[in-house]
């Protein structure tokens, strides 16, 4: 009931609402969503909340950010102009972490402060940093990064432990990932743009472990089978993708799911469902799905 009390603050005069009902509720236990510029003055005055989220154009530089409170969680949806995270480096009680902007990342070295975060975002970059330079805690367990640089060298990964969450937006093929063991043993793993039409058929040789998989904005190989050789997968989403030749995917394929391993749930992007044409696979271990709703879904 807080939390939902929380989240109807957008509609309502944001200083009254703050003052009347915000301070009333524990807010360091719950998510302060900021939707428009007219709530910031407000926030800055709640100096119980740990967890904020800036969900319009953010224009006021991260030096804006010294107004509000200890931030255990902080998710900034789109940062205007600033490119720089030096701002942040006070902010190392931080546990979860998300900037998404665009153009050059700069001021990445802060990071290597943030020994308790667990969850990093930080997508739309172009460019990030070089990935071997890149100082990403040791404490994470979840992490989304991008735009990659083309053909990205995985290596950068091998100095964290496996997360329970890894999504990358990059572009061509990802170079070690027959021997990158933080992505063959996470448990959810989004991949975005790659070219996996080589790739794909090598994920049961590389003892990919994910339970969860979502590929997003790529062509994919007629022959999606080798889907069906990972033990652990039970669900896979795919997001805007085509088949070899542009059209439909041809999930046929995915038919033949051996009995003894778990059913493997498939989804699609509405749009991709709209177009229609996709061949399903009919077997009784292969769900289909074509909202894209799919619970649990990458």
């Known amino acids: 009931m807080q939390q939902e009390l929380a989240n109807m603050w957008k509609y309502f005069d944001p200083d009254e609402y703050a003052r009347r009902v915000l301070v009333r509720l524990r807010l360091e236990d719950i998510h302060l969503s900021l939707s428009h510029p007219s709530q910031w003055s407000a926030a800055t005055r709640l100096r119980s909340a740990r967890k904020v989220g800036i969900n319009y154009p953010f224009a006021s530089g991260l030096a804006a950010l010294e107004e509000l409170p200890p931030l255990i969680h902080l998710t900034i949806n789109r ?20 900037v998404n ?23 739309y970059w172009s460019p990030l940093p070089p990935l071997d330079q890149l100082p990403l805690p040791r404490s994470l367990t979840r992490l989304a990064l991008g735009d990659l640089p083309a053909d990205p060298d995985l290596g950068f990964l091998d100095r964290l432990r496996p997360r329970d969450y890894l999504s ?12 990158s063991a933080p992505l063959l043993g996470v448990g959810r793993l989004r991949l975005a743009g790659f070219d996996l039409t080589e790739q794909l058929r090598s994920f049961p040789a590389a003892g990919l472990q994910s ?40 999930l046929s394929s995915l038919a033949g799911r051996p009995p003894a391993g778990p059913r493997l749930t498939y989804s699609q992007d509405a749009a991709a469902a709209r177009r229609g044409g996709n061949q399903c696979p009919a077997d009784p271990a292969t ?12």
């Not at 102009?81 to 931080?94: F, I, N, V």
């Open 79 to 98: 940062l205007m102009d600033e490119h720089d995270l030096g701002p942040l480096a006070d902010r190392t009680e931080l546990e979860y972490l998300s």
């Open 101 to 123: 902007g665009r153009g050059p990342l700069r001021g990445a070295e802060v990071l290597e402060g943030f020994t308790r975060l667990g969850h990093l975002q930080l997508n």
């Open 168 to 179: 990358l937006d990059g572009s061509g093929e990802m170079r070690g990932l027959m021997v």
């Open 211 to 250: 339970k969860h998989l979502g590929f997003y904005l790529r062509g994919l190989p007629a022959d999606l089978s080798p889907l069906n050789a990972l033990p652990s997968l039970s669900t896979v989403f795919f997001g805007m993708c085509e088949g070899p030749v542009p059209g439909p995917l041809d």
């Open 287 to 298: 769900k289909v799905r074509r909202d894209g709703q799919l619970t649990g879904t990458p």
